[in-house]
């Protein structure tokens, strides 16, 4: 297993499309999380799972945003209708259930235009 | 709500400085204080923080936590440029899931030659 694996890299869509990201964590990690970074800023919780529960979602997101964990393995995150304000490097990471230490992927940055 | 500030935002240094980065917290149920450095994409883990001044170290970093003041400083001597990167702080929630971790807003460093 070499980490936790995201795609696609780079997307670029137009403003009111709908997009959708997959990472697939390390294998042996039941804790899956997706954070959302802009430049200049640190990760910005958006939404974790364990096995295929979604334990908690921020506040902060809108309801365009939605997670899956179906089979408690890979996850996607969609964006519905997407916005310029949706442009970010969107981050997913792993960990073993009350681990602290987190397992990042390289991320998928998102371009809205 | 958790609450996470490092400082400076930004520093700029010549290759054999030594610098300290800052991170201050504000969390409910304190459990630990983490280090990742994040070069270009992935952040990548560097320390664990759990007891007052016990200091870690690994190579030419080291880090420690003040529960009291509330604080942790993390060092870097004989900077190379190979540490330029954004070095993150964060700590996990409050309550009874590690599930989010809350990242300050990241100290960037840069190592001119």
């Known amino acids: 297993d070499t980490g936790v694996s995201q795609n696609p890299r780079h997307k670029i869509t137009k403003r009111g499309q709908n997009v959708t990201f997959r990472c697939d964590p390390i294998?042996?990690?039941?804790?899956l999380y997706w954070y959302r970074q802009t430049l200049g800023q640190g990760p910005e919780f958006l939404t974790y799972f364990q096995n295929e529960a979604q334990l908690e979602k921020s506040r902060l997101l809108s309801d365009r945003f939605s997670a899956e964990r179906p089979k408690g393995s890979f996850s996607t995150l969609e964006i519905q209708r997407t916005e310029q304000g949706d442009s970010a490097m969107y981050l997913c990471?792993?960990?073993?259930?009350?681990?602290?230490?987190?397992?990042f992927g390289s991320g998928t940055r998102l371009t809205v235009v | 709500e958790d609450k996470v500030v490092q400082s400076p935002l930004s520093l700029v240094v010549h290759e054999g400085d030594t610098v300290t980065l800052n991170c201050s917290y504000e969390?409910?149920?304190?459990?630990?204080l983490l280090w990742y450095k994040q070069e270009k994409k992935a952040p990548t883990f560097l320390f664990m923080l759990t007891s007052s001044g016990i200091e870690k170290k690994s190579g030419r970093l080291s880090s420690i936590l003040d529960k009291k003041e509330l604080f942790s400083i993390l060092n870097i001597t004989a900077t190379q440029t190979g540490d330029s990167a954004v070095y993150l702080c964060?700590?996990?929630?409050?309550?009874?899931?590690?599930?989010?971790?809350?990242f300050g807003q990241g100290t960037i460093l840069t190592v001119h030659p």
């Open positions: 294998s042996e990690h039941n804790r």
């Open positions: 964060a700590v996990p929630g409050g309550g009874t899931s590690y599930g989010k971790l809350t």
């Open positions: 990471a792993s960990s073993l259930a009350g681990s602290q230490v987190f397992t």
């Open positions: 969390v409910t149920n304190f459990r630990s």
